[in-house]
């Protein structure tokens, strides 16, 4: 294969950074348009539903606009660089992600999707180095882009690519599933958070519980080697924390707010910036400490910390705290707004909570096992990507034929052995293609090869066939 070296300048028809509307317009939010951040990048290619959703006033007074179907998503800035996703319907992000749309005649859009996927480290380095790294557009346009020049070349190592990418998709979306399967339980057992539709006591979340309200270091000072692990809000937004990603501070800045030093048992929720972020803390966690952003809460049980962990991230309770944040800029919320919050008092309804709370442990149980399944898909995509993507690579037409199905003309399958590959493909007995409607276009484009002649019918053993023209 040639290969060519464009920057990413050249290949762009635009670079555009995603935008935030004002909170202060509550208009602007929660409308039917998705809204991306890189909390919603989970490795999928495509990402079909957005956490946050703004509306159509928000585009119509142009506080947001929409990336075109094409554009390639990345992460600029924070602890996300680099995480990737491409557009399919058009959809707004905030200033978070910045949206690439290329020339198609020089390079496609799944192969630089696939090309930046392979070299995240770059887009790491090219990050300045303040206290929040941050990609701008004028770096990200210098990036120099090495692919393959010729666009049937491009579309077999995409080809090659999608199948293992679809296997990661499939993961990301079962996960998604139990999340919903959970939260549906959740609202069918308990009912909704805001409207209390089943009539539970209410009580303000400082009689609910156990120990202090209160947010955690000020000035955390410069990272330390070996130090005490340091949660800040943009840690938190899965269910579990995890430690990948943290930063350490000293131990003697930690004892200064001992008030905020885990057990390893609490929720945490973040108060500053990134509202509605919030994870529960293993017993690993136990004598870390938190920013200033995030305030510890803990409860009487482990049961009653994972039901209000899905009461505090219920999409209507959600909204409700946002409206409760304060200022321009970074906004937060107050620890004596948060301690006001009304939660459901379960007290007198214990006896829900085990059975909810067993249920939660086993979905837990399926998706940590996915996760590990996509761990170890990604090393396959990763392996895959650096032999796709080499000089030297060979890809058999016929291993990714579907995908160079959907793109191929007539003209196109008559070079080379196409034909043979189309031939083999719909005469085989067992399912070939993955996708129902590259049947329909295999036979569409078997019509058009037979009334040119390209492809005759002949009988054989009482049986019509279809072979290549002599």
């Not at 919603?40 to 290619?45: T, V, Y």
């Not at 809000?233 to 501070?249: A, N, Q, R, T, Y």
């Not at 004892?255 to 972020?277: D, P």
Request: aromatic share 10%; glycine share 6%; charged share 30%.
């Amino acid at each position: 294969m040639e290969f060519v070296e464009y920057t990413l300048d050249e290949l762009a028809l635009e670079i555009k950074t995603g935008k935030t509307p004002p909170t202060s317009n509550p208009e602007y939010f929660d409308g039917d348009i998705q809204w991306l951040s890189p909390a919603d990048l989970r490795g999928q290619k495509i990402v079909e539903n957005s956490e946050r959703k703004i509306s159509q006033l928000a585009i119509d007074d142009k506080k947001g606009f929409l990336f075109k179907p094409e554009t390639i998503l990345i992460s600029t800035i924070g602890e996300h660089i680099g995480k990737l996703c491409l557009v399919e319907q058009p959809v707004a992000s905030n200033q978070q992600l910045t949206g690439v749309l290329v020339n198609n005649k020089l390079i496609l859009p799944e192969l630089l999707y696939y090309w930046l996927n392979l070299n995240r480290r770059i887009l790491e380095n090219k990050a300045n180095r303040a206290t929040i790294p941050m990609l701008n557009n004028k770096l990200l346009k210098r990036m120099k882009v090495f692919f393959p020049k010729n666009i049937e070349d491009q579309l077999k190592i995409v080809g090659r690519l999608n199948k293992i990418q679809e296997l990661i998709d499939k993961r990301v979306e079962t996960n998604q599933l139990l999340d919903k399967y959970i939260r549906s339980v959740f609202l069918e057992m308990f009912g909704d958070p805001i409207l209390n539709n089943k009539n539970f006591p209410v009580k303000t979340l400082e009689k609910i519980v156990v120990g202090n309200i209160s947010y955690g270091v000020v000035k955390s000072g410069d990272e330390v080697l070996n130090g005490v692990p340091f949660v800040r809000p943009v840690d938190l937004g899965e269910k579990w924390l995890s430690k990948k990603g943290l930063k350490s501070i000293s131990e003697e800045i930690s004892e200064q707010y001992s008030r905020t030093i885990l057990k390893g048992n609490e929720l945490l929720i973040s108060v500053r910036g990134r509202l509605n972020a919030i994870s529960l803390v293993s017993s690993d966690f136990k004598k870390s400490n938190v920013a200033r952003g995030i305030v510890p809460l803990t409860f009487s049980t482990d049961e009653e910390r994972v039901f209000y962990y899905y009461f505090l991230t219920d999409p209507n309770f959600k909204t409700y705290y946002n409206n409760l944040a304060k200022g321009v800029g970074l906004r937060g919320v107050n620890i004596s707004d948060l301690k006001q919050i009304p939660l459901f008092d379960m007290n007198k309804n214990k006896g829900l909570l085990p059975e909810f709370y067993d249920l939660s442990n086993r979905v837990d149980v399926h998706k940590k096992r996915l996760i590990e399944s996509s761990e170890l898909l990604n090393i396959l995509f990763q392996a895959t990507l650096q032999n796709a993507f080499s000089e030297e690579s060979q890809i058999n037409e016929d291993e990714v034929f579907e995908s160079l199905l959907m793109t191929f003309t007539k003209e196109d399958l008559k070079q080379g052995n196409r034909l043979k590959y189309l031939l083999k493909w719909v005469n085989c007995k067992k399912p070939q293609f993955d996708k129902f409607e590259s049947y329909d276009l295999a036979w569409d484009r078997l019509r058009e090869l037979l009334e040119d002649g390209s492809i005759e019918q002949v009988l054989d053993e009482n049986e019509i066939k279809l072979k290549v023209a002599e």
